[in-house]
């Protein structure tokens, strides 16, 4: 199988035994893909063996990747607002009082982002 960008693998779930590929409508739909195989079902018995050693992993290396960038971010979110409370409580001016609460908001912001909390920005819109 041959999939041409970043794939929602998460879609991909193991039912009753069988690995069951998405159909191109749910492609289009959820994962903005634009070149799939054609074929609307796979079991891992039609599949041949390197095919469904390159799909695990790829689903695995995707998943890896997602949560170590999600504790990256969490991190970076952590330190903003570790920072922000430093410069709003030690700051010598109303400057520091500001940029130490924009750094809290932002952080914060970031995190709940991260974690799904709040929607980001870019779905505001």
């Known amino acids: 199988m041959y999939f041409e960008s970043r794939i929602c693998y998460q879609a991909i779930p193991a ?3 069988y ?9 289009r739909t959820y994962c ?6 054609s ?18 992993h790829r689903a695995v290396e995707d998943a890896i990747l997602g949560m170590v960038g999600t504790l990256l971010l969490v991190g970076v ?6 920072t922000g ?8 001016s109303i400057v520091g009082l500001v940029a130490g609460i924009a750094a ?18 870019r779905e505001w819109f």
């Open 15 to 17: 039912i009753s035994g």
């Open 19 to 27: 690995l069951k590929v998405p159909s191109q409508k749910f492609f």
């Open 32 to 37: 903005s893909i634009e070149s799939i195989d």
């Open 39 to 56: 074929s609307e079902t796979a079991t891992v018995n039609e599949l041949e063996e390197q095919e469904l050693y390159e799909l695990v």
């Open 77 to 82: 979110a952590v330190v903003l607002v570790w």
């Open 85 to 92: 409370v430093t410069i709003a409580l030690y700051g010598t």
């Open 104 to 121: 809290i908001v932002f952080g914060l912001y970031l995190g709940f982002a991260t974690l799904e909390i709040i929607p980001s920005v």
